[in-house]
T-cell receptor, first 114, second 108 residues
Framework: EPEVTQTPSHQVTQMGQEVILRCVPI?????FYWYRQILGQKVEFLVS????????KSEIFDDQFSVERPDGSNFTLKIRSTKLEDSAMYFC????????????FGSGTRLTVV | KNEVEQSPQNLTAQEGEFITINCSYS?????LHWLQQHPGGGIVSLFM???GKKKHGRLIATINIQEKHSSLHITASHPRDSAVYIC??????????FGQGTRLTINP
C-alpha cells in the first residue's frame, strides 16, 4: 500500500536554529498538508499546498515557516528560527480526492527545541 | 467553542465490549473522517464518510448530516484496539479540522 514517508523521525535542535522537515507524499496525490500536534493537544492545521503553491495557511504559519516542493517528489517544511513552543509532532499528509480514505498521513517527525 | 467535539475524552472497557465514540460538529462539511492514533504517534485513516454508514471489519462508522453527528462503533473490542480515536471534518480538499480525540483502553 502506498505510504507517505517523513524524515527524520526525531529531531532535537537548539532554539534559534533552522530545521527542515521532509516528506515524500504519495506520487499521484495532488494535495499536500502539514499539521502539527503539541504534546497533549489536538492536531492543528499548518498549511495546504496544491499546484505548486500554498492554497491555505493557518495563523500559526507565520513568516518563520515556509514550504517547498523542490523536485516534484519531496515536500518540505522549514522553520527558520525555532522557538521552544515549536516543539511538537509534525505530520505530513497527502490526498487524492478519489481515494476511499481521503488522507494518508506520514508517521510524523517529533521535533524537540531545547 | 470547538468546531468538532468528541465524547467521551477517555474510555476504558473490558475485552469483548461494544464501544461507541461520538462526534458532533458545528460547521458545514463535505466529509467526516475517523482516524486512529497509536501510542507511537502515527495517524491512520479509518473512514471517510459523507452520508450513511460504513463498515470495515469490526469497525462501523455512521453519520447523520441533519444532526451533525457521527459515531464510531467497535464490536468485540480487543486490547489491540487501544489507541486514540480522532474525529475530523473537511470541506472539499481543504484542511482537516480535528476533534480532541478519545483515548480508548481495552483491558484483557
Amino acid at each position: 500500500e502506498p505510504e507517505v514517508t517523513q524524515t527524520p523521525s526525531h529531531q532535537v535542535t537548539q532554539m534559534g536554529q533552522e530545521v527542515i522537515l521532509r516528506c515524500v507524499p504519495i506520487s499521484n496525490h495532488l494535495y499536500f498538508y502539514w499539521y502539527r500536534q503539541i504534546l497533549g493537544q489536538k492536531v492543528e492545521f499548518l498549511v495546504s499546498f496544491y499546484n505548486n503553491e500554498i492554497s491555505e495557511k493557518s495563523e500559526i504559519f507565520d513568516d518563520q515557516f515556509s514550504v517547498e516542493r523542490p523536485d516534484g517528489s519531496n515536500f518540505t517544511l522549514k522553520i527558520r528560527s525555532t522557538k521552544l513552543e515549536d516543539s511538537a509532532m509534525y505530520f505530513c499528509a497527502s490526498r487524492d480526492l478519489g481515494t476511499t480514505y481521503g488522507y494518508t498521513f506520514g508517521s510524523g517527525t517529533r521535533l524537540t527545541v531545547v | 467553542k470547538n468546531e468538532v467535539e468528541q465524547s467521551p475524552q477517555n474510555l476504558t472497557a473490558q475485552e469483548g465490549e461494544f464501544i461507541t465514540i461520538n462526534c458532533s460538529y458545528s460547521v458545514g462539511i463535505s466529509a467526516l473522517h475517523w482516524l486512529q492514533q497509536h501510542p507511537g504517534g502515527g495517524i491512520v485513516s479509518l473512514f471517510m464518510l459523507s452520508s450513511g454508514k460504513k463498515k470495515h471489519g469490526r469497525l462501523i462508522a455512521t453519520i447523520n448530516i441533519q444532526e451533525k453527528h457521527s459515531s464510531l462503533h467497535i464490536t468485540a473490542s480487543h486490547p489491540r484496539d487501544s489507541a486514540v480515536y480522532i474525529c475530523a471534518v473537511s470541506k472539499g480538499a481543504q484542511k482537516l479540522v480535528f476533534g480532541q480525540g478519545t483515548r480508548l483502553t481495552i483491558n484483557p
